[in-house]
């Protein structure tokens, strides 16, 4: 399995802004689509966002669309997540995940097969 570990997270006032970073710790997830699910107390945990191999392509979970982006640098076997207007409601714990051998998301996230740790995104109103 691919070793995942995010950072970024913290406690920021509504309306504010994070980002969030997932480092992994080899190289082949430049092939890999990558994505950011997240778990608030007492919810399941829900997909947020997910991006190709390539990055050509992105994908957001209603909520976040138009607040979120998720980007990747290949070279740096790293992900991001930049969170903007933040809402009390986007209070969780953030997980990067890859989809082992897969190269583009198509809505399974039973594809994605490694996970981080996760980090806390505590947002004040």
């Known amino acids: 399995q691919v070793q995942l570990v995010e950072s970024g997270g913290g406690l920021v006032q509504a309306g504010g802004s994070l980002r969030l970073s997932c480092a992994a710790s080899e190289r082949t997830i430049s092939i890999y689509a990558m994505g950011w699910f997240r778990q608030a107390p007492g919810k399941e945990r829900g997909f947020v966002a997910a991006i190709s191999w390539s990055g050509t392509s992105t994908y957001y979970g209603g909520s976040v669309k138009g607040r979120f982006t998720i980007s990747r640098d290949n070279a740096k076997n790293t992900v991001y997540l930049q969170v903007n207007s933040l809402k009390s409601e986007d209070t969780a714990v953030y997980y990067c995940?890859?989809?082992?051998?897969?190269?583009?998301?198509?809505?399974?996230?039973?594809?994605?097969?490694?996970w981080g740790q996760g980090t806390q995104v505590t947002v004040s109103s």
């Open positions: 995940a890859a989809a082992t051998n897969i190269r583009n998301y198509y809505g399974r996230g039973a594809d994605f097969g490694s």
